[in-house]
């Protein structure tokens, strides 16, 4: 069977399901000596703020069994200084770029997506608004459907691209939350974030992050993440999701397709293979084939929901 690997997302036509996440992928220079860009399904960039933020202080990751901790910070060059230069560099490539945004209001959210409303190269924006291992907890707005809401609004009011919402499984429903932000404009979803957790040396009985606290990603989130994509999907059908959490193989890309993500993105695969995207991408393909499907969007409807 000839399978078509492309997906709309959100009105955006991605050559794969499968992108690059946020975070764990820079801002695509970095891998551009191991894989070609432009093939790609995209490219979410790390999270851009609009002045410079130097990140938490270090030791800022920590492996776990099956996962990865981190406290990063959002550390990142600030908004002109990535359309000076990786942004530039990102449409040079000719790839597809998520510009994903922080900020520490609603009004900052909005500023950053008035600043890149325009430029080259940016298809779609990821509203980061559930990084767990920020310094203050207020600015996880996902843990709040109305503040989550409210940050939605006003980045939908200054951009022309298609807005997608990243949300956190740390929360009691997440469903509201995914609710709330559809209702206030929202084109589509990301879920899931890295979940809040942390890790002891016990031979320092110290914290293994500086931070104390961090985000947990990697295959041990991924069981998360697919709930939280069946949940949702069940809940808002036609709403177009991102799944991603754990992701490193094309079977644990179908299993969120299954449940009905529209596309997913690689994480800390990358950090154990700088060609996870490629290569998951391709398995999928073969995983596609083999189950009689012709394109991603037909993996839904092969879904059975009763063992």
């Given at each position: 069977m000839t399978v078509d690997l492309s997906v709309d997302l959100c009105g955006v036509r991605l050559k794969t399901p499968v992108l690059a996440a946020s975070g764990c992928f820079g801002f695509g220079r970095e891998m551009a000596g191991w894989v070609d860009l432009a093939a790609l399904g995209g490219i979410v960039t790390k999270s851009v703020s609009l002045e410079p933020r130097r990140g938490r202080p270090t030791p800022r990751t920590a492996e776990t069994p099956s996962g990865m901790l981190n406290a990063i910070g959002l550390q990142n060059p600030g908004v002109e200084a990535f359309c000076a230069g990786d942004l530039r560099f990102l449409a040079e490539?000719?790839?597809?770029?998520?510009?994903?945004?922080?900020?520490?209001?609603p009004d900052e959210f909005g500023r950053l997506a008035a600043r890149l409303d325009g430029e080259p190269g940016v298809a779609l924006v990821e509203v980061n608004l559930s990084c767990p291992n920020v310094?203050?907890?207020?600015?996880?707005?996902?843990?709040?459907?109305?503040?989550?809401a409210e940050v939605v609004r006003v980045v939908k009011r200054a951009t022309s691209v298609p807005v997608l919402a990243k949300l956190t499984a740390d929360v009691t429903d997440i469903v509201a939350v995914a609710r709330a932000?559809?209702?206030?404009?929202?084109?589509?979803?990301t879920l899931i974030n890295t979940l809040l957790g942390m890790a002891v040396d016990?031979?320092?009985r110290r914290p293994r992050l500086a931070a104390v606290t961090g985000g947990?990603?990697?295959?041990?989130?991924?069981?998360?993440?697919?709930?939280?994509?069946?949940?949702?999907?069940?809940?808002l059908p036609g709403v177009p999701i991102v799944g991603t959490g754990g992701v490193?193989?094309?079977?644990?890309?179908?299993?969120?397709?299954?449940?009905?993500?529209?596309?997913?993105?690689?994480?800390?695969?990358?950090?154990?293979?700088?060609?996870?995207?490629?290569?998951?991408?391709e398995s999928l393909e073969r995983y596609l084939a083999a189950a009689g499907a012709a394109a991603p969007a037909d993996l839904p409807a092969l879904f059975k929901a009763e063992r």
């Open positions: 490539a000719g790839a597809t770029v998520v510009a994903s945004l922080v900020g520490r209001s310094e203050h907890r207020g600015e996880v707005f996902a843990t709040d459907p109305a503040a989550a932000v559809v209702e206030a404009g929202a084109d589509g979803l016990t031979r320092t947990l990603s990697g295959p041990a989130i991924r069981p998360v993440a697919v709930r939280c994509v069946w949940q949702v999907a069940q809940a490193v193989t094309g079977d644990d890309a179908a299993e969120l397709l299954l449940v009905g993500a529209a596309a997913v993105a690689v994480g800390t695969g990358n950090f154990i293979n700088p060609r996870a995207v490629v290569e998951v991408a």
